[in-house]
């Protein structure tokens, strides 16, 4: 069973940054962590799931969500199992619990999510 941990929230304050990672583990059906779209959500208060950006298992096509375009960076390193979302010029309505997602086919994987509050 895949496993995803994500890390790096907190509070911040408007304008700052923060980079959320997500570490997989428990790759059993012989895929491996670069087979898998990766993408990251979030969750306001009162409000539905978003998708926030996307990176697919070839690292050939990132996406956005407007609301974080030049704002919000997604990337992942092989390697380590792990991807990443670096967010900056942080606004309050960026808080939310962030969520990681693996996806691939049929197989969909999520992470417990971690909080982000932008205030001052």
Same mark, same amino acid.
Do not use: H
């Given at each position: 069973q895949?496993?995803?941990v994500?890390? +790096?929230? +907190?509070?911040?304050?408007?304008? +700052?940054?923060l ?10 059906s012989?895929?491996?962590f670069?087979? @898998?779209?990766?993408r ?8 539905e799931?978003?998708? $926030?950006a ?6 050939i +096509? ?5 609301s $974080? ?8 390193d092989?390697?380590?199992?792990? $991807?990443?979302? !670096? ?10 619990v @962030? @969520?990681?997602?693996a ?5 969909? @994987?999520?992470?417990?999510g971690? !909080?982000?509050t932008v205030?001052?």
């Open positions: 895949v496993q995803l994500e890390s +790096g929230g +907190g509070l911040v304050q408007p304008g +700052g940054s980079r959320l990672s997500c570490a997989a583990s428990g790759f059993t012989g895929f491996t670069s087979s @898998y779209d990766m990251w959500y979030r969750r306001a208060p009162g409000k799931r978003e998708l $926030v996307g990176i697919t298992s070839g690292i +096509g990132r996406m956005y969500a407007d $974080v375009k030049g704002r919000f960076a997604i990337s992942r092989n390697a380590k199992n792990t $991807v990443y979302l !670096q967010m900056n010029s942080l606004k309050r309505e960026d808080t939310a @962030y @969520y990681c997602n996806l691939r086919f049929s197989e969909d @994987y999520w992470g417990q971690t !909080q982000v205030s001052s």
